[in-house]
């Protein structure tokens, strides 16, 4: 009958205007309340970050100020954002660490969801997870973090040029031209007071270098280079093992954070002797 035809026809309809409206409804975690950007001094959060050889960036970059923050409470936060400025010579995007209880991941997910412009984000699985549920359009990027246990672990080695980076090294330091390597220091004059370096000078040119890009209570990330011409000589290493021992002079232990891809940061990562490893997921946003 016409009238039955009819019916089924509007119910057919309505059924489809569901379905379009199920899959245009944005994620239920993009719908959370936002987070509220830190206005006070954000060296104090520093204090409830964990200190771990994957968030010595975020921490030192809240104790020296380069940081923009975002919680979810002033007094005691639970759900807590850590944005590190980019290094726009290297062309690399801003890095958002995020810490939050597995619990209510969704101020975190929609922080992200919302950020304007390409950004890298670094978080637990727990949270990563939920980001690729929420944000299938981020690229996973996988990396190995490696550190110390012990502080006796080295020796400072012995090679001529091998020594401790000072400040009339500046202009060599910066020819080299590392990226990132004052994302969480002002100048390199910083960097070298309360960082430090080491490398293999030969007629006041540095032929390797490693250098502390930032560092926690506990612990020193560092970051090596050798020129093209000069690698395969174990230089890199040789810096690397000197930068490390003075850190373990002082009371921290060394770690360092290498792409899955990089073949040569490995390497040099093995031939430094780095004792312990753990695999991270940083996510993309193009």
Not at 37 to 49: K, M, N, P, W, Y
Not at 87 to 95: G, I, N, R, V
Not at 123 to 150: I, K
Request: charged content about 25%; hydrophobic content about 45%; aromatic content about 6%.
């Amino acid at each position: 009958m016409p009238e039955t035809n009819t019916d089924t026809n509007t119910e057919t309809d309505a059924n489809v205007d569901v379905a379009t409206d199920a899959a245009a409804a944005p994620h239920p975690m993009l719908i959370a309340p936002p987070l509220d950007e830190f206005e006070g001094d954000v060296g104090s959060i520093a204090t409830f970050l964990p200190d771990t050889p994957w968030t010595t960036t975020a921490v030192h970059a809240c104790e020296r100020r380069r940081a923009r923050v975002w919680v979810d409470c002033v007094d005691m936060p639970q759900n807590v954002i850590v944005v590190v400025p980019g290094d726009a010579e290297a062309e690399s995007a801003p890095t958002a660490y995020l810490f939050g209880s597995e619990a209510d991941p969704a101020p975190l997910v929609r922080f992200v969801h919302d950020f304007d412009g390409a950004l890298e984000v670094i978080c637990d699985d727990a949270v990563g997870h939920f980001l690729l549920e929420a944000l299938p359009t981020l690229t996973p990027v996988e990396h190995a973090v490696r550190w110390f246990e012990r502080l006796d672990a080295i020796e400072r080695p012995d090679m001529p040029g091998l020594r401790r980076l000072r400040l009339r090294d500046e202009d060599a330091i910066l020819a080299l031209g590392v990226p990132g390597l004052l994302r969480t220091f002002e100048t390199v004059k910083d960097l070298l007071m309360i960082g430090g370096a080491s490398g293999v000078i030969a007629q006041d040119e540095i032929l390797a270098a490693a250098f502390t890009i930032d560092q926690s209570v506990n612990y020193a990330r560092i970051v090596t280079f050798t020129a093209a011409d000069r690698r395969g000589n174990n230089l890199g290493t040789a810096a690397a093992r000197h930068i490390v021992a003075a850190h373990h002079e002082q009371g921290r232990l060394a770690c360092a954070v290498v792409r899955a891809d990089n073949e040569a940061g490995e390497g040099l990562a093995r031939t430094t002797g780095f004792e312990a490893a753990a695999r991270m997921m940083t996510f993309l946003k193009r």
